[in-house]
Nanobody
Framework: VQLQASGGGTVEAGGSLRLSCVASGRAGSITAAAWFRQVPGQARQFVSAMYWRGEATYYANSVKGRFTCSTDTAKNTMYLQMNSLRPEDTGVYYC?????????????WGQGTQVTVSD
């Protein structure tokens, strides 16, 4: 499975972005997928995770109510709709996927897309 993340950019605080993560290869083998973000010098931070077929979705407290994670299995794509963006949402966003909802079992990672939120 290969993952391609896109959709990042620079927005002002309060703005919105939608990230996409397209899975290719054996996308049918994906059970769960997630979004993480990372700022240079800091640990990778969990953002959201969901079962690929939409059975359940989970969010970090810092993004709950502002971000929405979804999938379109017909397009083998996971989305992260980010609204009411804050400067602290700045970072490189990575998508990950695997056979279970566990950071230790996400065997596939995208290359990351930069999100910058200005004051």
């Amino acid at each position: 499975v290969q993952l391609q993340a896109s959709g990042g950019g620079t927005v002002e605080a309060g703005g919105s972005l939608r990230l996409s993560c397209v899975a290719s290869g054996r996308a049918g083998s994906i059970t769960a997928a997630a979004w993480f973000r990372q700022v240079p010098g800091q640990a990778r931070q969990f953002v959201s995770a969901m079962y690929w077929r939409g059975e359940a979705t989970y969010y970090a407290n810092s993004v709950k109510g502002r971000f929405t994670c979804s999938t379109d299995t017909a397009k083998n794509t996971m989305y992260l709709q980010m609204n009411s963006l804050r400067p602290e949402d700045t970072g490189v966003y990575y998508c990950a996927a695997g056979s279970a909802m566990s950071v230790d079992l996400y065997g596939f990672w995208g290359q990351g897309t930069q999100v910058t939120v200005s004051d």
